[in-house]
């Protein structure tokens, strides 16, 4: 009988557990044995689960609370955490191999076995009826419909494996702290850090939906895109209050990095929450941006009010709200939404009374005006503003047009108020 042998029913049980878990995140923040160490995608892409090193369970958005081992027991700190693809079921992993299964089948762990490094992933199989744990050494224990893609287990490495990833089209991608990737099994290899000097050591990789690609994401939050994952913006240069621990992508490309002090940065992804309030703090700059939460920045109008939007495009955002205020124009307006601001305006811009169908499914131009399914605004992810007073004709538009794509920011056609990083 493993000690690592747990199953969790979701049910009644989990539901009561659910506004536990809520309150024990609201503004404490992870730290010590009890620090963050995994984030994980909601179902969806519509939320995401943090899981600590004393496997305790939080969760945003859309995400579901499966259960926890917090209060229990463990052998070994948690390391790592995946979501069952589909079921929304949830695998915790052990550094000593230990797997939790909180609404997921078990199928096997390295639990009570003697294993050569520590485990540092635990990587699902896409139909979610298997997982494969990888060791620091890159040694690799699968389980259920798992097939083995190889090992490193015995090859030299320069750094130790820190995590890995299983891309669309099967085999397994492992990146090591200083950069290096390692494609096994058929994954494609894509390029890798290896051999150049980091600021920070690598500590997490997600894969491209297509499989053709993957970002590394180092310690201080930077990004390295390859193949075709597009860069989705980096912190590398921001202070930190906590080191960057693990990554994961939700809806499309966008990313959700994880401090370990449970502060959540979204990257050209919603913001959904995070155990801190107030995190990462910079000193107040002359001219940029106020860092306000581990995914937003606040960048102050000239006539008063301020913008709010991503942490990686603040800085650009004050620098352009300064240039037009020193070449006489006055700009402010509205930029980061969140996800329950995007909600309310889908059932009020797409269909009466609002349905499930009209606020999640419809076509977003169906809507009047346009507007995007919840958890895929360009305004959720912290990177469109929506000016005010800036029709075509007004100072505003005017400057907008001569000047902002200098500060990284695009119109959207038809709607002379609505610029972003994408111009969508
Ligand atoms: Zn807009």
Same mark, same amino acid.
């Given at each position: 009988m493993s000690r690592s042998r747990i199953l969790l029913a979701a049910g009644t049980v989990a539901t009561a557990l659910t506004a536990v878990a809520i309150t024990a995140t609201a503004g404490h923040a992870l730290g010590g044995p009890d620090a963050g160490t995994a984030i994980v995608a909601a179902p969806g892409g519509t939320g995401y689960a943090i899981v600590s090193g004393t496997g305790g369970q939080y969760n945003y958005g859309s995400s579901v609370f499966t259960g926890s081992m917090a209060g229990q027991p463990l052998a070994a700190p948690m390391v790592d955490a995946a979501t069952r693809p589909g079921s929304g079921g949830l695998w915790m992993a052990g550094a000593d191999g230990g797997v939790f299964a909180f609404g997921a089948p078990f199928y096997g762990s390295m639990g009570n076995k003697p294993l050569s490094k520590p485990i540092v992933a635990i990587v699902p199989t896409a139909s979610g009826n298997g997982y494969t744990l990888v060791g620091a050494d890159g040694g690799t224990f699968n389980f +259920?419909?798992? $097939?083995? $893609? +190889?090992?490193? *287990?015995g090859t030299k490495l320069a750094a130790p494996i820190v995590d890995a990833v299983r891309p669309a089209g099967g085999g397994l991608l492992l990146a090591a702290a200083d950069g290096g990737v390692f494609a096994l099994g058929g994954a494609q290899f894509?390029?890798?850090? +290896?051999g150049t000097a980091l600021a920070r050591p690598v500590t997490a990789i997600v894969d491209s939906p297509s499989g053709k690609g993957y970002l590394l994401v180092g310690q201080d939050g930077g990004t390295f895109a390859f193949g075709d994952f597009p860069f989705p913006g980096s912190l590398a240069g921001k202070r930190l209050n906590a080191p960057v621990v693990d990554a994961v992508r939700g809806i499309d490309t966008g990313v959700w990095m994880l401090g370990s002090d449970g502060g959540v940065f979204a990257m050209s992804a919603p913001f959904y929450g995070s *155990?801190?309030?107030? *995190?990462n703090t910079p000193p107040a700059p002359a001219v940029g941006s106020t860092v306000v939460t581990g995914a937003l920045a606040k960048a102050t109008c000239p006539a008063g009010g301020s913008i709010t939007v991503s942490v990686t495009i603040g800085d650009q955002v004050a620098r352009m709200l300064a240039a037009a205020r020193a070449g006489g124009t006055s700009l402010c307006g509205s930029g980061w939404r969140s996800v329950d601001g995007q909600i309310a305006l889908r059932k009020q811009n797409c269909g009466q009374p609002p349905t499930n169908d009209t606020i999640y499914?419809?076509? $977003?131009? *169906?809507?009047k005006p346009p507007t995007a399914r919840p958890g895929t605004s360009m305004h959720e992810k912290g990177l469109a503003i929506d000016f005010t007073n800036c029709n075509r004709g007004s100072a505003c538009f005017t400057w907008l047009s001569g000047n902002a794509a200098t500060y990284g920011l695009h119109n959207l056609p038809g709607e002379d108020w609505h610029w972003s990083t994408t111009g969508r």
């Open positions: +259920g419909d798992a $097939p083995y $893609p +190889g090992s490193l *287990a894509q390029g890798s850090m +290896g *155990a801190v309030t107030q *995190a499914n419809k076509s $977003p131009s *169906a809507c």
